[in-house]
């Protein structure tokens, strides 16, 4: 009778992986069909060949006029990826670059109109054919803005400008898509991160650990170098760690291994490089290699347990020494490069080429 019920329950587990599955298949497909069938019903869209060619037309329709919406998911409104990329950015972009930017939810799409729409990673997750229509049809301009998860054949068709928040990402995408306007726009630090006020002077080396706690590589293994603060990104009810990110002068930042054909932007190391803190890290690993030179001295060669453990012991015997201070020069760099002014020239330069 245990081996029945065993084997009736891992057919239920095989059965619902199998739907999860094809509804996937089916939802790209269904997309897809729905984008030709547009195409076919309004004979000509707008794409990246006319922002370019529009661009030096006296009878562009593109006006700087236009307005900048940003549009998340109400569902996944708390997201970090949707508090960061949406609300923040928004924020960054209209107050300290002067841009006329505005949020608003799905709800609000039939309503927006002749703007410069960036759909949101929380948007794009689910985004239906149906509501890219919406948006083409209002004489809208759509940039995608997928982060770290991957990118939908079926959506980026209607699309005019796909937004890298990687080098990776970046190279990508120019690849995989050349007739689309593809532009960097640096993933910002948060802001709610304290400023430094006065300049620290650490005795000791303290690393810190601050993400999810499973995506660290052999974070609970190492306890005893590292103190790990988890951070949830389905919610930003936690915010213990931004008090806590002063007292570490370095950050741990390797991860496992991540799906493939997605990239996560350098976030850890540009708020690392916030706070003027050393990281070790992969040198294969996300944007790493862009940022930090091969000069930098607490890349981690050998990814295995004794070998991190060993970067970790290198780390300590050269603290405070010229080293140490090398690492931090690089840093600098780092910091320069992930700046709030730096992402605004971005965010106006891709507007350059839209307008």
């Known amino acids: 009778m245990k081996n029945i019920t065993k084997t009736f329950f891992n057919i239920k587990i095989?059965?619902?992986?199998?739907?999860?599955?094809?509804?996937?298949i089916i939802y790209k497909n269904i997309n897809l069909l729905n984008y030709i069938i547009y195409k076919i019903k309004s004979k000509s869209t707008f794409n990246t060949k006319d922002l370019i060619k529009n661009k030096f037309s006296k009878s562009s329709s593109i006006s700087k006029n236009r307005k900048i919406i940003f549009i998340y998911r109400s569902q996944r409104r708390?997201?970090?990826?949707?508090?960061?990329?949406?609300?923040?950015l928004q924020k960054i972009l209209k107050e300290e670059g002067g841009i006329n930017a505005e949020i608003?939810?799905?709800s609000y799409i039939n309503n927006i109109r002749n703007s410069i729409c960036i759909l949101n990673k929380s948007f794009l997750i689910d985004a239906s054919s149906k509501e890219l229509e919406i948006l083409n049809s209002n004489g809208n301009i759509l940039c995608l803005d997928y982060i770290d998860s991957k990118d939908i054949f079926s959506q980026v068709q209607y699309?005019?400008?796909?937004?890298?928040?990687?080098?990776?990402?970046?190279?990508?995408?120019?690849?995989k898509y050349k007739n689309k306007l593809i532009r960097l726009v640096t993933h910002h630090v948060d802001p709610r991160l304290p400023k430094e006020?006065?300049?620290?002077?650490?005795?000791?080396?303290?690393?810190?650990?601050?993400?999810?706690?499973?995506?660290?590589?052999?974070?609970?293994?190492?306890?005893?170098?590292?103190?790990?603060?988890?951070?949830?990104?389905?919610n930003q009810s936690g915010e213990n760690w931004f008090k806590e990110i002063r007292n570490y002068n370095a950050h741990y930042i390797a991860r496992k291994l991540y799906k493939k054909d997605t990239y996560k932007p350098f976030l850890k190391g540009?708020?690392?490089?916030?706070?003027?803190?050393?990281?070790l890290v992969s040198l294969d690993e996300g944007d790493s290699s862009f940022y930090l030179s091969k000069d930098y001295p607490y890349f981690?060669?050998?990814?295995?347990?004794?070998?991190?453990?060993g970067m970790i012991e290198f780390m300590e015997n050269t603290f405070n020494s010229k080293v140490w201070f090398d690492g931090l020069?690089?840093?600098?760099?780092?910091?320069?490069?992930?700046?709030?002014?730096?992402?605004?020239?971005?965010?106006k330069l891709m507007m350059d080429l839209i307008f």
């Open 104 to 106: 608003f939810d799905e």
């Open 300 to 309: 981690i060669k050998d990814k295995s347990i004794d070998g991190i453990i």
């Open 270 to 279: 540009f708020t690392a490089a916030f706070t003027n803190s050393n990281v």
């Open 329 to 347: 020069e690089i840093m600098q760099e780092v910091k320069s490069r992930s700046s709030n002014k730096q992402i605004i020239k971005e965010f």
């Open 197 to 234: 006020e006065k300049e620290r002077n650490f005795q000791t080396l303290k690393i810190g650990y601050f993400g999810e706690e499973r995506n660290g590589l052999y974070v609970d293994k190492l306890k005893e170098f590292i103190y790990p603060y988890y951070i949830s990104t389905k």
């Open 78 to 88: 708390d997201n970090a990826s949707t508090v960061m990329r949406s609300f923040q």
């Open 14 to 24: 095989v059965i619902k992986h199998l739907l999860k599955f094809l509804k996937k």
């Open 159 to 175: 699309a005019h400008c796909l937004i890298a928040s990687s080098i990776k990402q970046l190279k990508f995408y120019q690849k």
